[in-house]
């Protein structure tokens, strides 16, 4: 295994089949851009692909261009919009398990976790959890944080949910080993050139990342503490 991986975080690709968001459209790729950034991917040992939000375009579009390079991906699920309009269906998570693929949690309705009461917590960290759980029939051990918004309560509750890994958005190298880890987003207009930019970055730009990183998990007490 690599002392160091690179999780990229995609969201949404092709045309999209649903109204977005507010600022959605900014994480919403092209297939070309998509291609692009596997293209690179497959040449490499030290990436890791993650798909967020249960986009259906995960199933239509994503799922055959992996395959068609040998590829695996994670793909971080919104257990709230399985079968919704614009969503994964029930089958379309089943075809990405048995293509090999892992599926695990985005909690369950897509909102920021940070101020929510101890009950919608509750139903975040471990509703979702077991429902997607009961759907695909893999375990579910890794989340990832919906819009990379949390504090010291959040982690605490993810840590007191036992969850194998914690997945952000905050950029850079990731300790394959580690509780929390780091992703880059592809947004739009972004291809191969940026997966080479992050895997390969200028010193002064690595060491900037490395510090503000480092601020952000003392700030909100994460990094790998046993209590955080």
């Excluded at 092209?30 to 497959?42: K, Q």
């Excluded at 759907?135 to 051990?141: I, K, Y």
Aim: glycine share 8%.
């Amino acid at each position: 295994m690599p002392e160091r991986v690179f999780r990229l975080i995609f969201h949404g690709v092709g045309d999209p089949p649903r109204p977005l968001e507010p600022g959605e459209e900014k994480v919403w790729i092209s297939l070309t851009s998509l291609r692009s950034v596997l293209d690179e991917a497959a040449q490499r040992a030290d990436v890791r692909l993650s798909f967020d939000d249960c986009n259906r375009s995960d199933r239509d579009l994503v799922l055959p261009e992996l395959l068609a390079r040998d590829l695996r991906a994670t793909f971080f699920v919104v257990a709230g919009r399985i079968d919704q309009p614009g969503f994964l269906t029930r089958g379309g998570l089943r075809e990405l398990v048995d293509a090999g693929m892992s599926v695990q949690s985005h909690g369950m309705r897509h909102r920021v976790w940070r101020g929510l009461d101890e009950a919608s917590m509750h139903e975040e960290l471990v509703v979702a959890r077991g429902s997607i759980a009961e759907l695909t029939g893999q375990p579910v051990e890794d989340v990832a944080i919906p819009f990379c918004l949390y504090d010291r309560r959040v982690l605490r509750q993810l840590r007191a949910a036992g969850y194998r890994h914690v997945h952000t958005c905050d950029g850079g190298a990731a300790n394959p080993a580690a509780w929390l880890q780091p992703r880059t987003q592809i947004s739009r207009g972004e291809d191969a050139g940026k997966l080479r930019e992050i895997t390969a970055p200028k010193l002064a730009e690595h060491l900037e990342r490395a510090l503000k990183k480092s601020a952000k998990r003392w700030r909100y007490g994460g990094g790998d503490r046993a209590t955080p």
